[in-house]
């Protein structure tokens, strides 16, 4: 970076000028690269992210539908249950 002088002539201060121009298109320039840089990481992120999603979505789902099967199964044994006192209330006023 060029440092400006009040002392500095025309012909100094033109080519202060040409420098500083030269140097924000260089700085354009790698912005632009960093910045195409940055959207492909974050693409990839995104896609990452989406892939994770999608494997803990169908862990989720698996677990869930465990979880809501095994608890199914307590309901039929707990009927199970039910049924077996009613039997054995009635078998007892048999006797």
């Not at 199914?72 to 009635?90: G, M, P, Q, S």
């Amino acid at each position: 970076m060029t440092e400006l002088s009040h002392t500095d002539d025309a012909t100094t201060l033109l080519q202060k000028l040409t420098q500083a121009q030269s140097e924000v298109e260089n700085l354009t320039t790698s912005l632009i690269s960093k910045g195409n840089e940055l959207n492909k990481v974050i693409g990839e992120y995104h896609e990452i992210k989406a892939t994770s999603l999608i494997l803990k979505d169908k862990e989720l789902n698996k677990v869930n539908g465990e979880y809501h099967e095994i608890k199914a199964k307590i309901k039929a044994v707990k009927e199970r249950i039910n049924t077996l006192k009613i039997l054995i209330r009635a078998e007892g006023s048999h006797l």
